[in-house]
């Protein structure tokens, strides 16, 4: 079963287009793709979590957004004019696992598979929604609500919370945080140290344990008062 919307297809569809892909797979820190690189597959995450982003002056990284299982990378790809680039890096957060689809690939699979197009265009529209509600968030909301709002999207993403806590599977670090919420990793450290404090959470080496969902959403909402 593929991820996101493309798990809404039919198991012959979705059997079609992981024949036609061509697995990829990264260890933590791989580079997908470079700007410059010709964009000439798109990637379906499958495995693992991609950070997009590009550097700015001073080479500073700026983080576009940070991906899940199910999204579609590298859709400059789609450009169907022919000598296109990524224009950004994607780089493995994790262990991560994609397949490969040439454009011509896709092409082929709409004429064969009517059913593919449309969940091709909702997986983008999630990603494009994704992209405005991050650009929100930094607008609008203090890192501290940015930071329970992300803990609550890898609870929602790796389970439920039947036993009052869950124990975030994927490990992942503060720096990681930092990308994901669009601050740096010292101010992360100080927050997750604060939410300990209040109960929200408990904290091991790269390891998050969520203690709190109630607490987790009200500190979303509302920015955190001193303690």
């Known amino acids: 079963m593929l991820p996101g919307a493309f798990g809404t297809l039919p198991a012959e569809v979705q059997a079609q287009l992981v024949a036609a892909g061509r697995p990829g797979r990264w260890s933590r820190g791989g580079v997908l793709f470079r700007p410059e690189d010709p964009a000439s597959v798109l990637h379906l995450l499958t495995r ?8 700015g002056s001073s080479a500073r990284e700026i983080t576009l957004d940070v991906h899940g299982p199910g999204a579609v990378l590298g859709i400059a790809a789609l450009g169907g004019t022919g000598g296109e680039v990524y224009g950004m890096y994607a780089e ?32 983008l529209t999630r990603q494009t929604r994704s992209v405005h509600e991050r650009l929100t968030g930094l607008v609008f909301l203090e890192v501290s609500q940015r930071l329970a709002l992300t803990l609550l999207a890898l609870a929602e993403r790796e ?5 009052g806590t869950l124990a975030l599977k994927e490990r992942i670090s ?3 945080l930092a990308h994901s919420v669009g601050s740096t990793r010292e101010t992360i450290t100080k927050l997750l140290g604060d939410f300990r404090a209040r109960g929200l959470l408990d904290l091991g080496y790269r390891r998050i344990v969520l ?17």
Do not use: M, N
Not at 48 to 55: D, I, N
Not at 159 to 163: A, C, F, L, R, V
Not at 211 to 227: C, V
């Open 92 to 123: 493995a957060v994790d262990e991560v696992e994609t397949l490969h689809v040439a454009p011509d690939t896709l092409s082929r699979l709409f004429a064969l598979y009517p059913t593919l197009l449309p969940a091709l265009t909702e997986q």
């Open 48 to 55: 693992g979590t991609v950070r997009l982003y590009c550097l």
């Open 159 to 163: 389970g439920d919370w039947e036993s």
């Open 174 to 176: 503060h720096q990681d």
């Open 211 to 227: 203690t709190d969902k109630a607490g987790l959403i009200e500190a979303s909402r509302q920015p955190l008062e001193p303690l």
